[in-house]
């Protein structure tokens, strides 16, 4: 019964009993949610936001999902219900003095806290790790730990002082029903904005259709206009007197006007040493002799 050594085979070495399931351990899956963007499964740095259903981003990540859909990533899932920058608030949260991240020494023997979160409640003073509940507002983003909202009941932020409803408060990494009842108060809020955004487009069209049937329509006389100008035309012909028609006027306004053009030379009201400016004066003339066989381009050539 034994093999070439003299051992001797135990009973699970030899019947395969069922396998055994695989735990996984609460410390990684607690450093997963609270210290990892749950889109790009890197480390959490500033700015940090958070979607509808309370998990944690890092902006970048977000912004480049959005802006490309179409590449593959490991963890499409969790953000298919962002459509855009407006499903995301980006969170005010309070450092943790504790905390050194990467400023650390590694070398050495030294006790490494997993539990240390980078961040805690401003209230109580409870770290972001995992271990106790914490929560955001939507109306400002500020970050508190669900015991201090129980503790101090108000309807104004604690940190910065906005107002906000029992609606408004949105829990983070919560568990899968809250999760559910999350997505439940999601689908509500956008269908509600679907239909204000409808009954104002339907209350802008029923206006302007309104605006338009109160303007009176535009009554065009034609007429008496055809009255008027046959009146203008009679008086303008009146006017004109027997022998010449508005035709003839027209016609003797070139001639008056070529009649008023008179030369400065001619004009006996004008000084001598006036007309001397202009070419046309007789001083500017120049004789047969003074003038040359070539021609000149001078103002002074005739």
């Known amino acids: 019964m034994g093999c070439d050594g003299g051992t001797i085979p135990k009973r ?3 019947v395969k009993g069922p396998k055994k399931v695989e735990k996984v351990d609460k410390n990684a899956e607690l450093a997963a949610k609270w210290k990892y963007c749950a889109l790009s499964q890197e480390k959490l740095r500033r700015p940090i936001v958070a979607c509808d259903l309370g998990r944690l981003y890092n902006k970048d990540a977000v912004i480049e999902y959005l802006l490309d859909k179409t590449a593959e990533r490991p963890n499409a899932e969790a953000v298919v219900h962002i459509r855009g920058t407006k499903d995301i608030k980006e ?12 400023r650390r020494n590694a070398k050495g023997d030294r006790y490494e806290d997993i539990h240390c979160g980078m961040f805690i409640c401003p209230v109580v003073g409870l770290e972001m790790n995992g271990k106790h509940r914490f929560c955001y507002l939507q109306t400002c983003g500020c970050v508190f730990s669900d015991r201090a909202m129980k503790e101090v009941k108000t309807e104004i932020c604690h940190k910065c002082g906005d107002p906000f409803k029992d609606e408004d408060i949105i829990v983070l990494n919560g568990t899968k029903e809250e ?7 999601m689908e509500e809020r956008r269908t509600k904005a679907k239909t204000k955004k409808s009954k104002k487009s339907k209350a802008a069209v029923s206006t302007a259709s309104e605006s338009k049937d109160d303007t009176p329509p535009q009554s065009v ?6 009255a008027i100008q046959n009146g ?10 027997p022998s010449g028609s508005s035709s003839s006027s027209r016609d003797t306004k070139p001639s008056t ?3 008023t053009k008179r030369s400065i030379q001619s004009m006996e009201e004008k000084s001598e040493a006036f007309k001397s400016l202009f070419t046309t004066h007789s001083s500017a003339k120049r004789t047969k002799e003074q003038t040359s066989n070539w021609v000149t381009h001078t103002p002074y050539h005739f």
Request: net charge negative.
């Open 91 to 102: 969170l005010n949260l309070t450092d943790n003095p504790e905390w050194e991240g990467e």
């Open 221 to 226: 006389d034609v007429p008496e206009t055809s």
């Open 232 to 241: 203008v035309e009679s008086s303008q012909s009146d006017v004109a007197g």
């Open 257 to 259: 006007i070529s009649a």
């Open 179 to 185: 999760v559910e009842k999350l997505r439940e108060k």
């Open 12 to 14: 699970h070495e030899l």
